[in-house]
């Protein structure tokens, strides 16, 4: 894989939404890349979540499941779309 590069943040800053505070340091965060893929910092749920992924979802070797903060997302959909 190639080095991956931030173009901009697509969501509201964790510090101005209270996060950070709110979940003791962690910094939930979203991204856009310069190929327009997105970056998510959360929380790894990955080993608390797999006995509820349906049958026909897979966690890939490499992969993992975060949790983000609804308002978190809320708060990067009008940037997401407005591309």
């Known amino acids: 894989m190639d080095k991956i590069k931030i173009k901009r943040r697509v969501s509201g800053h964790p510090d101005e939404m209270g996060f950070t505070k709110m979940f003791k340091g962690i ?18 749920v990955t080993s608390m979540v797999e006995p509820e992924i349906p049958a026909d979802a897979v966690i890939s070797k490499g992969e993992r499941v975060v949790l983000i903060p609804r308002d978190l997302l809320v708060s990067a959909v009008d940037n997401i779309l407005s591309k």
């Open 27 to 44: 910094c939930p965060d979203i991204f856009e890349t310069e190929t327009g893929d997105y970056l998510i910092i959360g929380t790894d």
